[in-house]
């Protein structure tokens, strides 16, 4: 008992310096946040913590004196133990925000909570059913009962009619204990099958019809109601994905060792082009969703620098990015770098065009100044004057000679 006692005020301590470590580091946020119920839920239970302490020192002191409790503001010791009794009932609430921490006991929890409202109209549909096959057969059973002309059944069947078939909501009851392993049906269809085939056989269409189609449909409906709650559950989706993520880079490091060498941290074509044909390198390429047909074409798409070997870092975000089935992220992707090199190439090709009419205007300027021999006008003009003045000269000459 006093070791009890010692573990019950070191959780004490424990809850309240949790409290004010949170308030000191948190502030106002911590009360005023997104979260501010588990905050009051956490000023309460420490606050009926210390009142438990606070009741057993009392007892210490004061003693099981029933009038000397009496002078604590009228408070008795049974007020002051129901209270304690309750409170240690709403510790067990703090629990969901250890269960939040817990993926399989966290998923558990909110699957369950989101079938409640499944499991309601499960209830109704049941509650209907039952309810309109109680009436048949409770009208059936005390009409053959009490019609002083019908013929009387055995003691047997009596007693079962009035143990099971009295009022609607025995029959009611009856009927549901019938479809649940609570009563066995084949004893309560025995005055039904004496009184007429009829109501036998309708009993055994309500049996087959409940257990094989209401209940099997009820039940995938909360399975279903439970995948779906499951799937939608953010934080259980990103733990899922990070440990999906993890267990495939555990795998790609496996298979580059195996494909390279350990100790440099590389991978060359040659070695990978040595290794892919092997069974081992296939499981493993099948396993993470790969399949590599060509090896070069798929070394190449791995050595994004062109360096003719693959690091560690290549090969794990290369393998990644092909595992699967391409993503609709990966389909805008590539329709965004089509529109981009449609749109530059398309720049270029106006700007080509330009340059080239540029080009053919300099062109035909450039061969306006040329003759047809291909001389440049200016420099024939000059010569044909030097050979005119040439022959001026050889004239004036034979002019003086003679």
Not at 63 to 68: A, Q, R, T, Y
Not at 246 to 260: C, T, V, Y
Not at 368 to 375: N, P
Request: with cysteine; proline share 1%; net charge neutral.
């Amino acid at each position: 008992m006093a070791t009890q006692v010692a573990i019950q005020y070191f959780y004490t301590f424990l809850f309240c310096a949790e409290l004010v470590f949170r308030a000191a580091a948190m502030g106002r946020e911590y009360f005023c946040g997104k979260e501010w119920l588990w905050a009051a839920l956490d000023v309460f239970i420490v606050m009926t913590s210390l009142w438990e302490v606070f009741v057993d020192t009392w007892y210490a002191v004061v003693g099981d004196d029933e009038s000397s409790l009496e002078s604590f503001g009228g408070l008795t010791g049974l007020k002051a133990f129901r209270i304690v009794r309750i409170t240690r009932i709403v510790k067990t609430v703090r629990l969901m925000r250890i269960f939040r921490f817990v993926l399989a006991l966290r998923t558990l929890i909110h699957s369950i909570w989101h079938t409640l409202k499944s499991l309601f109209w499960a209830l109704v549909l049941l509650l209907l059913i039952v309810y309109v096959f109680g009436m048949i057969f409770t009208q059936a059973v005390n009409g053959h009962l009490y019609d002083p002309d019908a013929f009387p059944l055995s003691d047997e069947s009596i007693n079962v009619s009035e143990l099971y078939f009295g009022k609607l909501t025995i029959t009611m009851m009856s009927l549901f204990m019938s479809v649940t392993d609570g009563l066995s049906w084949e004893k309560i269809s025995r005055p039904l099958g004496e009184i007429s085939p009829i109501w036998a056989g309708l009993f055994l269409f309500y049996v087959s019809f409940t257990y094989f189609a209401v209940l099997n449909v009820l039940t995938a409906v909360f399975c279903q109601s439970a995948i779906e709650s499951a799937q939608n559950d953010h934080a259980t989706a990103v733990q899922s994905m990070i440990a999906n993520k993890e267990m495939h880079l555990k795998k790609i490091r496996a298979l580059f060792n195996e494909l390279g060498n350990e100790q440099s941290g590389m991978i060359t074509f040659h070695q990978f082009e040595a290794k892919i044909n092997s069974a081992e390198v296939r499981e493993y390429f099948e396993t993470l969703g790969l399949d590599v047909e060509d090896a070069w074409s798929f070394f190449k798409l791995l050595d994004r620098d062109g360096g003719g070997s693959v690091e560690i870092e290549e090969f794990l975000k290369g393998c990644l990015r092909f595992r699967g089935q391409a993503k609709a992220i990966d389909i805008g992707q590539l329709l965004h770098d089509q529109n981009w090199l449609i749109r530059h190439q398309s720049r270029f090709h106006t700007y080509m065009e330009m340059e080239h009419q540029k080009l053919r205007k300099q062109i035909t300027a450039l061969t306006s100044f040329l003759t047809t021999d291909g001389t440049p006008r200016r420099k024939k003009k000059t010569e044909d004057e030097q050979t005119l003045k040439a022959a001026a000269a050889q004239s004036e000459t034979r002019q003086a000679m003679a």
